[in-house]
Nanobody, 118 residues
Framework: VQLQASGGGLVQAGGSLRLSCAASGRTFSNYGMAWFRQASGKEREFVALVRRNSGTTSYADSVKGRFTISRDNAKNTVFLQMNNLKPEDTAVYYC????????????WGQGTQVTVSS
């Protein structure tokens, strides 16, 4: 499956952005979809997951209550709505798809830069 992330940009603290990740190549609904981020000089970290069957979600503690992940299987797209952004949310955001046969993230998009100014 190929993933294409978009929607990043520069925003002031307290603002909002909506990231999108369009998938192609396989049956999108078969994949759990997640967002990760990597700040400069830091390791990549998990942000949010929406599961493939139940559609249930999980979030990193640092974004709970501010970020919402959702998916539109008809449009083969996963979204990350980010509200009340903080400077520490500045990072490159990546979407990823879980292999249907395991919980491994087998497919990755190219990343989109989010910069939050104080």
């Amino acid at each position: 499956v190929q993933l294409q992330a978009s929607g990043g940009g520069l925003v002031q603290a307290g603002g909002s952005l909506r990231l999108s990740c369009a998938a192609s190549g396989r049956t999108f609904s078969n994949y759990g979809m997640a967002w990760f981020r990597q700040a400069s000089g830091k390791e990549r970290e998990f942000v949010a997951l929406v599961r493939r069957n139940s559609g249930t979600t999980s979030y990193a503690d640092s974004v709970k209550g501010r970020f919402t992940i959702s998916r539109d299987n008809a449009k083969n797209t996963v979204f990350l709505q980010m509200n009340n952004l903080k400077p520490e949310d500045t990072a490159v955001y990546y979407c990823a798809a879980q292999s249907p046969s395991s919980s491994n993230y087998a497919y990755w998009g190219q990343g989109t830069q989010v910069t939050v100014s104080s």
